[in-house]
């Protein structure tokens, strides 16, 4: 049986990785982290577009029948050129901005996007709002100690709490209807930012659509496992010679699953 493929820098990847054991609980999974270049979104354009073909190919020496770039920055980057360079359906994240905007315009709010500073410098980023926000109810903030953190497996709720609310000063809260979590990392946090931002808030993330994506691909090209049993364990790698890090990611899963990262 061939497993399905997820790519990040590091531990992001494994909120969708969590949301595909959840939809396609019959397939077997890959999981790769480019330890070696974890974070991507503080580094240059062309530095990122060659670690990830290099991970790419990397990944591709496995037997796998499809590709989930688990990574909004390296979506943005490079999935047109991997689309070109491997035939497997090949799926990517972007940022939720075409629901929030359609949730929040009626409601007369605002969107706040999260996303490392490279996904929003993109171009691939500018047209996507440029093509949805025509009452320019969108602003964009880069968080890019958040990798950072999440990467540390820092889930500490004074240090985090204390971290967003210094990035939030500039912003009155009240008038956003929506928080768009435009890094796979970010999800971690999602738990804690609910509490810190007003209730009505609500906060959204690319995954699911991703994982209902991937399927409909699976399906259509007829590589969809909907019986029997699938969840074998995760195949982890990573492209540095770290060890430890399997161990972490393995935590970070453990962590995120458990849906108690920071108490309610
Ligand atoms: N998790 C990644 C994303 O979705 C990238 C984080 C990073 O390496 O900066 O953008």
């Not at 990397?58 to 796998?64: V, W």
């Not at 070109?84 to 949730?103: D, H, N, S």
């Not at 967003?164 to 890094?183: A, I, K, S």
């Not at 994982?211 to 699976?218: A, M, Q």
Request: net charge negative.
């Amino acid at each position: 049986m061939k497993r399905i493929a997820f790519f990040d820098s590091g531990l992001g990847g494994i909120t969708v990785l969590k949301e595909a054991m959840t939809q396609l609980p019959h397939e077997q999974f890959l999981y790769y982290a480019d330890t070696k270049h974890v974070p991507y979104g503080s580094k240059p354009k062309e530095d990122v577009k060659r670690f990830i073909l290099d991970a790419a190919a990397d990944i591709m020496r496995h037997d796998i029948k499809a590709l989930v770039v688990a990574c909004n920055t390296a979506t943005s980057i490079a999935i047109a050129e991997l689309r070109v360079r491997y035939a497997i359906p090949i799926v990517g994240m972007e940022p939720a901005v075409k629901p929030a905007v359609e949730m929040n315009r009626p409601l007369g709010r605002r969107v706040l996007v999260l996303a490392t500073a490279l996904t929003l410098r993109e171009s691939k980023y500018h047209e996507l709002v440029n093509r949805v926000d025509d009452l320019s109810i969108v602003d964009s903030l880069p968080l890019p100690e958040l990798v950072p953190y999440c990467e540390a497996l820092q889930f500490d709720e004074a240090v985090l709490a204390d971290y967003f609310r210094r990035q939030f000063e500039p912003y009155d809260l009240n008038e956003y209807g929506t928080l768009v979590l435009g890094c796979t990392h970010y999800p971690f946090y999602r738990q804690l930012l609910a509490k810190l931002v007003p209730p009505h808030i609500s906060i959204i993330d690319g995954s699911r659509g991703t994982v209902r994506r991937l399927r409909e691909l699976l399906s259509a090209h007829s590589l969809l496992n909907d019986t029997g049993s699938g969840d074998a364990g995760v195949q982890w790698m990573c492209s540095g010679r770290d060890g430890e890090y399997i161990r972490k990611m393995q935590q970070a899963l453990e962590l995120y699953a458990s849906g108690r990262l920071f108490e309610e």
